[in-house]
Each structure stands twice: as structure tokens, then as C-alpha cells.
């Protein structure tokens, strides 16, 4: 057993050592594996010690693999279970994923594809490995597994350390906001205040007196002085969401304030200092609005210093279960008396599946509707919303060899479900891609060698394809 460090750990429990061994070895040198050869060794070992998945198999002398997992849930509700079995029947998964396994793997299995469900399972346990060893929270507040985001967390910070004006692209519902306070935090004005306002909700004849304030007397209703949010904001930073919808003329205003660093209250005659950092935001297309006119050209040219452009969910899908599942432990928490410890599979394939044009905001609204209405501890895909679950039934029914899921049993429409919804979803990227396998990897927001395993894992057969097209 290696020294703990900071790795996390995997407890692998089989009564055959040639399993032990490979594994150790598949999982390599970035994870803590224990081992145990039978289930009583496996409970003594998680009594004293700490792991994030447990990888365990079914059919043991003594204690087996589903005695192990009960006596996991009660020891450490927060490992991952994952069962193995070359006894693999629609009920054993069905009543190993009813004790809260996270997934089972039928003997024999490619070892790559057994370190690829340990790799996922720790990603939701704890720390997301891959080939970076990432941590699952990119910036304050975000988790995230997928390349594309943990470059964006580097870049996040490197900005925050700036003092460049910065504005952040991206479409409704990608976390804008939350990026702003991440560059806020990440600086050194993070101990001032941080103000939002929202550009497109304040009506425009209000938006220039809220930023801007105003004297005593300046119209109707100005009964005293008051500074507006620049002035607020100095010395810490305001974020200017939906920039794009400011009204010309007030653009003028705000691309003085950043030449000049004043601000002026209506109805006032001289110029006060301000010493603020800004950060704006719109899922608008700036640059084909200053093309139209329809934003001021010098504007732009002061916003676009330090650009961060957020990627919307369909593009990072490696994340959506991770945050899917974080969003289910803040709300479950919500729902007293009731225990939603998970998705299934097949839900999880669904929420995959779907391309979230409402991003993440709309992900965390899906979750919180199937928190209410599901009447399981795991979800199923019967509780998503309409369109989520709707994409999921199309590609279930129209699979190759899929049948009708609504005319089998549970179990068996659970397993045949989460096997086609793979193979339709693969299929149909790398149809959208012409046969492009690198193409298709990058829109399925993985690695290019992981989206080969998911090839070989759900039988889409690589051979038709190469990197650069169809053979």
C-alpha cells in the first residue's frame, strides 16, 4: 500500500489476487489503491480508512459484493460503489443500483474501460482525474471536468491579476455572473465591494441615474444627492451584465468613464475620480452590432482587452453529470423527508444526450423539477423535463435493434435504454461529422482517445472511421 499523500483513494476487493494486481496497476501511480481479498477484509478496511470508490466484486466467499455495499453505505455514504460480476443478471444491477452503486462491470472487461468508470466515479466523489489531475472546482463556485474549462480557469485567473477592463462572451445561462465574481475574488479588490447590475432589466431612462447618480433637483423626484454605482464601486468592481443592450447613448457616456476614469451625477457641473475595475458581460455578437451600428465601435475597442469567451454546455458535456449531480445535492438537501441519493444510468445518458440550450441554468431548473416529481431515491428518466426525456425516447426507439423501451420491464429497459442511447448519441456525431472522429470528439466535448473507448464500449464500429473522415 503507497503512502496516502494527496491522491485520493480506491479500495478494490475481489477474492482472486491476479484481479488485485491488475488493477493496481490499470489505475496507476495517481491513485491510492487499497486492496482487500474478501468482503469481511474490505468492511475492516473501510472502518478506518478513507477512499472515494470502492470497486468491489459480486460473488465472494463470506461476505458479498452487495453485503459490502450495504456495509459501505452505512460506514461511508460518500464512496462511489461499483460492483463487479461475471454473473451479470438485469436483477443484480437493478438491486445494486437500488443500494446506491454508482455502475457495475461485467467480467471480462477491457481494463481500460473498467480505470474509465473509476475515473468517472472519482470525478463525482471528490477530485476529476484524467490525464491532467484536475480538481473538479475550476474557479470559486464552478465545478467542471472537461479540458476546455480548467484552461478557462487558468485563463480566469490570469486576468483577475491584471488590472484590465474584461469582458466576458457567452450565452445565457453559461455561468457569466459567476465568472465576473471569480475575477473579482481572484483580485487584489477582492476585500471591496463587488456590484452587478443587470443592463437589460433596468429601464434604459433609469440605467444613466443608477450608474451615474445624480444632484438634488436634476429632475422630477430628485429630492437629495446620491452617488451612483460607479462611484459605489470604487475601489472594488462592477460587472455590467448585457452590455450589449445598453442604449447608445449612454455607451458614450460609459466609454468616457473608461478613458477618463470620472464620473459626472446628472445635473452636476464637475467630474468625481473613480478608481473602480469593470467587468461586462452579453451573449450578444458585439462585433456584428458594431458592423450594424448598433454599438459604439470606440466602446468596443476599450472592452476588448482581456476577453473570456464561455463555452456553452453542449460543448463541455464531460461536465454535465458532475453537475448534475452537485446541483442534486444542494437541492435534495431542500426536500425533507425524502432521499434522492442519484441518477440513473439511462437518466444520466438522457441529460447527455440533450443539447441544454438553456446551458447550465437550465441544467440546475431540469434537476430541481426531477428532485420534486420523482418518487425514487435514484432519478429516472421518466422524472426529466419533456424535452430532455423526449430526445431520450427518439433515439431509444429509433436505435438499431432498440424496440419499443415502454414494452419491456424496468430492468431490462433500464439496461437496453442507457446501451442504445450510447450507441444512437455516437452515432449520430460522428454522422454530423462526416466520419471525423477528432471532429466529433471535440463536439462531444472529450479526448480523442476517450471517445474511441466509448467506440469500442458501445460497439460503434471504429473501423469505418479514421481521424480525418470515413475510409
Known amino acids: 500500500m503507497s503512502a496516502h499523500g494527496e491522491r485520493p483513494g480506491v479500495l478494490v476487493v475481489d477474492d482472486k489476487r491476479n484481479m488485485l494486481s491488475l488493477m493496481s496497476k490499470v489505475l496507476g501511480d495517481g491513485v491510492r489503491v487499497l486492496t482487500a481479498e474478501s468482503g469481511e477484509e474490505a468492511v475492516r478496511l473501510l472502518e478506518r480508512e478513507a ?32 460492483l463487479m460480476t461475471a454473473y451479470a443478471t438485469v436483477g443484480t444491477a437493478v438491486e445494486a443500483l437500488r443500494l446506491g452503486a454508482y455502475d457495475y462491470l461485467t467480467k471480462p472487461f477491457d481494463p481500460q474501460d473498467a480505470r474509465a468508470i473509476v475515473m468517472r466515479a472519482l470525478g463525482r466523489a471528490g477530485p476529476a482525474l484524467g490525464d491532467g489531475a484536475h480538481s473538479s472546482e475550476v474557479l470559486p463556485g464552478m465545478l467542471a471536468r472537461s479540458r476546455v474549462m480548467h484552461e478557462l480557469g487558468d485563463l480566469v485567473r490570469q486576468v483577475a491579476n491584471s488590472a484590465a477592463t474584461t469582458l466576458i462572451l457567452g450565452e445565457t445561462g453559461t455561468g457569466k455572473e459567476r465568472v465576473a465574481r471569480a475575477v473579482h475574488e481572484l483580485g487584489p479588490r477582492a476585500s471591496q465591494r463587488f456590484i452587478a447590475v443587470n443592463c437589460a432589466a433596468i429601464p434604459a431612462e433609469l440605467l444613466e441615474s443608477e450608474l451615474f447618480g445624480y444632484t438634488r ?92 469567451r464561455l463555452p456553452p454546455l453542449r460543448a463541455r458535456r ?131 482517445e476517450s471517445f474511441y473507448r466509448l467506440l469500442r464500449r458501445y460497439e460503434v464500429e471504429p473501423g469505418r472511421f479514421r481521424d ?4
Not at 456495509?71 to 460518500?78: D, G, I, M, S, Y
Request: hydrophobic residues 40%.
Open 51 to 82: 477512499v472515494q470508490v470502492v470497486l468491489c466484486d459480486l460473488k465472494m466467499e463470506g461476505l458479498g459484493g452487495l453485503d459490502v455495499l450495504v456495509a459501505c453505505k452505512r460506514l461511508r455514504p460518500q464512496p462511489e460503489f461499483i
Open 217 to 308: 433637483g436634476a429632475f422630477t423626484g430628485a429630492a437629495r444627492d446620491r452617488a451612483g454605482l460607479f462611484e459605489e464601486s470604487s475601489g472594488g468592481s462592477i460587472f455590467l451584465d448585457e452590455i450589449g443592450d445598453m442604449r447608445p447613448s449612454l455607451q458614450a457616456k460609459l466609454t468616457r468613464v473608461l478613458e477618463e476614469r470620472t464620473v459626472r451625477r446628472i445635473g452636476d457641473s464637475h467630474e468625481r475620480a473613480v478608481d473602480m475595475r469593470i467587468v461586462a458581460a452579453t451573449h450578444r455578437d458585439l462585433e456584428s452590432m458594431v458592423h450594424n451600428e448598433a454599438f459604439r465601435e470606440d466602446l468596443w475597442y476599450r472592452l476588448n482587452v482581456a476577453v473570456i
Open 318 to 448: 464531460d461536465d454535465i453529470e458532475l453537475l448534475a449531480v452537485g446541483f442534486l445535492r444542494e437541492l435534495a438537501a431542500s426536500l425533507p423527508g425524502r432521499r434522492v441519493l442519484g441518477f440513473s444510468p439511462t437518466a444520466l445518458s438522457a441529460m447527455e444526450a440533450y443539447d441544454w440550450p438553456g446551458n447550465v441554468r437550465q441544467l440546475r431548473a431540469a434537476v430541481e423539477r426531477a428532485c420534486v416529481v420523482s418518487h425514487d431515491e435514484r432519478i429516472q428518466v421518466g422524472d426529466l423535463p419533456p424535452e430532455v426525456r423526449g430526445e431520450a425516447r427518439a433515439q431509444g426507439t429509433t436505435s438499431k435493434g432498440a424496440g419499443a423501451l415502454g414494452t419491456l420491464p424496468w430492468g431490462e429497459a433500464m439496461e437496453r435504454g442507457r446501451r442504445d442511447l450510447g450507441r444512437a448519441y455516437l452515432q449520430e456525431v460522428l454522422e454530423r461529422h462526416d466520419g471525423n472522429v477528432a471532429a466529433a470528439a471535440e463536439h462531444a466535448g472529450v479526448e480523442r
Open 468 to 471: 480525418g473522415g470515413p475510409m
